[in-house]
């Protein structure tokens, strides 16, 4: 089910690429036999060539009303003057492009941006080091200490969000938070009774080690599950051809895993970009702006201050920035879905 | 893009298995340089689990010991009195309810129609194909905490605010997208040709699906449908924004966090009350987790 | 075939629903319905505010009284309380009466979602209201908000706790206030209990030092915490804070600094007098052992400068049950229940000819003695925008942590400049 390297000179939209299915309704694409007693008549024909739109249509009726109307109005919004009186009374006048020349003008908005890149790459970065780290080690484990390890895994995965953000205050908590406790045991007099969501840094620290906390499980466990796929046969024959570790992960391991990286590296990118509760559950954005990412800001603006217009633009820039980030990995899954199937 | 399958990364099969029948033949020095290897091993493993840990053991400890001028890291008198404060904090038996009626709710709902949009995607060929599985992937960028005003404006218009079925579609919607590219990459992993075969043998495309693929399908759906419930039981700022007057139909997370509004000093009962509401997580996770991996090695035909 | 008429039903039946989600119709617009018969009310009073026992006997005396009609009361929490008002005044079918922090309600006030009541002042015997709850309520002429109770602060403290430490009378002045609560400080006790981001004490050392938490000049704001005052004021808060064991990353309501009192270890807190009867509600072995004394000044001739707090009622548009809801609001206004409502928790009453009802109540007399120096917050609807991302606390937390009080102060000064000064 592994993605292999891409095949070059395939073309996305050749529709003999795979096993997946050829639609009976294209006999041209057949490649694979399909029981040939089975004549089709006409309108059983037009029948057999509705059944994919029908299959999809509760989902894109659901998207139509769930997603992509809010997505429109909160569009619509940023376009605005959209205050209190509005939301409450209705009567919102046409403002043009004036909140997204008032954010992009925003000093603030610029230092927000590259705090949230900052906070995603820092996140994704240590997320995927430390996900293939343990999913290495898991699969050079004893059966029942990696089955132990996996436990331990599934349960910080397995921790809702609110209840670990409450957690980590209690683990950080100043007086008998058992952190301070034990860098004071361990000599480090200086963090007595020590504040930590009263400093941006170290707020900043403790939402990082939070979120990798809850994420690295997901890298972890998936990226073992392609490990165990690969033939060890691979790594016996780049043994003998005299590869380091190093070595033997970077021409066997990485390669054969190639799209599971790229697609558990983009997965993780829009969790940590998008992340929300854990940074308002602890500080609201704060202490003093220091965790702010632009989902807050955005939030911040609307529910703070009422200004749902202002907010919704800035919400669209959020989402615009994070397709750009994005592209070339969309770009690249658009052309593999051309040749499905690679099962 | 086929492979997002958190759990279900199949076949397990030769790998490690011959891996440590290997290792085992090579003796005694062998140990020495697994030393830390292990070592690593019970770190992770540490560092994973402390945190809840840590959560139980002040559960179950008396505010005096949790006060204390040194934690204890195994609660010497042990006492329920948190979790009774917890539990007789107003309203959390309903809240409890509602968060399951939603989150239940929610769930069956994206793994039915996630299912009909994953199999048109795996097994079907059709024109826009590859836009709609673009559209999906770019509605997990959904930038859903954005869309709170809109999403009230909406509720209020249409008279659904104060309401769980309101809830329980939009967290329909938020977990659909990671849904469908899951199970359509389930479906891939199993080839056509067992469906192929029981069609030669005289079942229809719909009696195939349901005879041969959906059992092999079924550990995917329950470890996809993890995630939703996960998601959904979690959320917290479309149902502190949408309950409003009618208090009876919070959900927990907004119980939770008005608890240690409330309680916000007595760790023990704020930790007592977080337990509370991760234990039907945990609870789904460990009665998924087998069945997941039980199927996963059954699921694994195509090795 | 027989699966597919399985899993049609199905996803018919979700296209149904989904679609029939827009079909219920928008029945958006006010709803100012004025059914005066049998309702059941919503009511929403703050956390901490008037107490249980009072809401109670309240909820039974009105039940009896409109035959038919029931109250549910809702105690709301303050973190994020700003956000929660407004869905619920932009919704289309409310709560019926809210509570709103004075420094809050003109914010509401100017936003449209809020019964104009100046038709029914007369009724409400509003000509003696005190004015630091009528002004913020009125906006261009209008009267949106009812007053309901001011209250200052005052210090709280444990009797017993004062005696074991041999202090007889309370303190005056600042100095002999630092002295004695280093005497109270012992390694058990707590000398005070002040949560770092307890702004509105702050408020009252920065109107000591003759500061301001902003002034306006030529229509413009500008943020007074950069200023010499400031920085005095910052010094004396952070020399009280230091003598307890108060978190200085938090405020006084969480955790509830009542709660913290209750416990029995901590010797004085800042707060309002009727809080005492939250204390007594926790532990009723206090019953009896509280005191108040105001707030010492930096001489013994003028007491601290107080925030003239207190709350006034609203009644959404958007309530069903208009004219049930002003009987509501006219019950808790009248004379029957402020006159209850001052008593038991010491709060003053919206009018100044109730006053007389809090004679010989100690709480009230200390809160009296401050309240000759009572201070507001600046008077403007964008307040509430400075309060909802409170710059102040944000600032007294650095303070404490070591921050340079100045770089801090300008930070914090310009964060409430800019909030003030956006058009809304």
Request: glycine share 10%; net charge positive.
């Amino acid at each position: 089910m592994l993605t292999a390297p891409t095949a070059a000179g395939q073309d996305a939209a050749d529709p003999r690429g795979g096993t997946g299915g050829t639609p009976p309704d294209r006999p041209q694409g057949r490649r694979i036999r399909r029981p040939p007693h089975r004549p089709r008549s006409g309108p059983r024909r037009v029948l057999a060539a509705l059944w994919p739109y029908l299959l999809v249509s509760p989902t894109v009726v659901g998207a139509a009303f769930l997603l992509a109307y809010p997505v429109i109005r909160n569009t619509v919004m940023s376009f605005q003057h959209y205050g209190l009186a509005q939301l409450i009374n209705g009567g919102a006048t046409f403002a043009g492009v004036s909140h997204y020349r008032e954010a992009l003008t925003d000093p603030e908005f610029w230092t927000v941006v590259r705090r949230t890149v900052w906070w995603t790459a820092l996140n994704v970065a240590l997320i995927m080091l430390i996900g293939t780290l343990v999913a290495l080690m898991l699969i050079r484990l004893g059966r029942r200490l990696r089955l132990a390890v996996m436990s331990a895994l599934v349960l910080a995965w397995a921790t809702p969000v609110i209840a670990a953000t409450t957690i980590f205050q209690w683990l950080f908590q100043s007086r008998f938070g058992v952190v301070n406790w034990a860098l004071v045991k361990l000599g480090f007099t200086s963090y007595r009774d020590y504040t930590w969501f009263a400093h941006g840094g170290a707020t900043f620290a403790i939402l990082v080690m939070l979120v990798v906390w809850q994420s690295v499980p997901f890298a972890a466990l998936t990226l073992y599950g392609g490990l165990t796929t690969i033939p060890a046969e691979l790594y016996e024959s780049a043994r003998i051809d005299g590869a380091g570790p190093w070595q033997s992960f970077r021409l066997v391991t990485f390669p054969m895993l190639r799209s599971l990286f790229a697609l558990i590296t983009s997965l993780e990118v829009i969790w940590c970009f998008k992340c929300f509760t854990q940074i308002w559950v602890i500080g609201e954005g704060g202490p003093d702006g220091a965790t702010t990412t632009l989902p807050v800001y955005a939030f911040q603006i609307a529910q703070s201050f009422h200004k749902y217009d202002l907010g919704s633009a800035v919400s669209t820039l959020t989402v615009l920035i994070l397709l750009v980030a994005l592209v070339f990995n969309l770009r690249r899954m658009f052309r593999q879905e051309g040749k499905e199937g690679t099962a | 893009m086929t492979a997002a399958t958190p759990l279900a990364a199949p076949g397990s099969g030769s790998g490690s298995g011959s891996g440590s029948a290997r290792r085992r033949a090579r003796g005694r020095t062998r140990r020495l340089r697994r030393l830390p290897l292990n070592a690593a091993a019970l770190l992770v493993l540490a560092l994973s689990a402390f945190p809840v840990y840590w959560m139980a053991v002040t559960a179950f400890e008396p505010t005096a010991d949790i006060e204390g001028a040194n934690p204890h890291f195994l609660p010497l008198h042990p006492t329920l009195a948190h979790f009774r404060t917890a539990v007789h904090a107003d309203g959390f038996a309903g809240y409890w309810r509602n968060s399951l009626v939603v989150t239940l709710g929610a769930v069956l709902m994206s793994l039915v129609v996630a299912l009909l949009a994953a199999f048109a995607v795996a097994r079907m060929r059709w024109r826009g194909r590859r836009a709609f599985v673009l559209l999906v992937f770019t509605a997990q960028m959904a930038p859903w905490e954005a869309l709170l005003i809109p999403m009230y404006v909406i509720a209020r218009d249409t008279d659904m605010l104060d309401r769980l079925s309101m809830l329980t579609l939009i967290y329909f919607m938020m977990t659909l997208p990671f849904t469908i590219v899951t199970l359509r990459g389930f479906l891939a992993a199993i080839p056509v040709e067992l469906e192929e075969a029981a069609r030669v043998d005289g079942c229809t495309r719909p009696q195939a699906f349901r005879r041969v693929t959906f059992p092999l399908l079924a550990p995917g759906l329950l470890s996809t449908s993890l995630f939703g419930f996960i998601t959904a039981w979690n959320e917290f700022a479309f149902a502190n924004t949408l309950i409003i007057k009618n208090q009876s139909a919070r959900t927990l997370p907004v119980w939770l966090s008005s608890f240690s509004n409330v309680f916000g000093t007595d760790w023990g009962a704020t930790m007592a009350a977080s337990c509370l509401f991760m234990l039907p997580v945990l609870a789904v996770f460990l009665l998924l987790q087998n069945r997941v991996t039980a199927g996963m090695t059954a699921g694994a035909v195509k090795g | 075939m027989r699966s597919r008429s399985r899993l049609l039903p199905g996803a018919a039946a979700l296209l149904i629903g989904l679609t029939g989600l827009t079909a219920c119709g928008s029945s958006s617009g006010s709803g100012a319905g004025d059914d005066a018969g049998p309702a059941h009310l919503t009511v929403w009073i703050m956390r901490d505010s008037v107490a249980d026992p009072v809401l109670n006997a309240f909820r039974a005396d009105f039940e009896k009284a409109h035959k038919g009609t029931t109250l549910d009361i809702q105690i709301q929490e303050w973190d994020g309380i700003g956000q929660k008002i407004t869905s619920a005044l932009a919704s289309n079918d409310a709560p019926d009466v809210i509570e709103v922090g004075n420094t809050q309600v003109a914010q509401y006030a100017a936003s449209g979602g809020v019964d104009d009541l100046t038709g029914k002042v007369a009724d409400l015997h509003g000509s003696d209201w005190i004015p630091g709850l009528a002004d913020p309520g009125k906006i261009d002429g209008k009267q949106y908000g009812i007053p309901w109770y001011a209250a200052n602060r005052v210090v709280i403290y444990n009797k017993d706790l004062f005696a074991q430490a041999g202090i007889t009378a309370a303190p005056k002045t600042r100095a002999e206030w630092i002295a004695d609560t280093t005497k109270l400080n012992t390694g058990a006790h707590q000398g005070i209990y002040l949560p770092g981001q307890s702004w509105y004490a702050y408020a009252g050392f920065l109107w000591d030092e003759g500061g301001e938490l902003a002034t306006q000049s030529g229509g413009k704001w500008t943020g007074g915490l950069d200023t010499p005052q400031a920085q005095a004021a910052t010094a004396f808060y952070r020399q009280l804070q230091a003598l307890g064991q108060g978190p200085k990353d938090s405020d006084e309501a969480k955790p509830l600094q009542t709660n913290v009192f209750a416990k029995g270890n901590v010797a004085q807190i800042i707060a309002t007098p009727g809080n005492a009867t939250t204390i007594t509600a926790a532990n009723p072995k206090l019953k009896g052992k509280i005191g108040y004394f105001p707030i010492p000044g930096k001489t013994a001739d003028r007491p601290g400068a107080v925030f003239t707090g207190g709350s006034d009622l609203v009644i959404p548009q958007a309530s069903k049950h208009q004219a049930m809801a002003y009987q509501v609001l006219k019950a808790l206004t009248g004379t029957t229940w402020q006159t209850k409502i001052a008593t038991t928790m010491s709060y003053v009453p919206n009018r100044t000819s109730l006053a007389g009802v809090l004679s010989g109540d100690p709480g009230a007399s200390a809160m009296a003695v401050g309240a000759a120096d009572g201070h507001a917050t600046p008077n403007s609807p964008n307040w509430a925008a400075v309060e909802a991302d409170n710059p102040i606390k944000q600032y007294l937390t650095q303070v404490l942590t070591g921050a340079d009080p100045a770089k801090a102060g300008t930070t914090a000064s310009d964060a409430i400049t800019k909030a003030l000064n956006t058009s809304s």
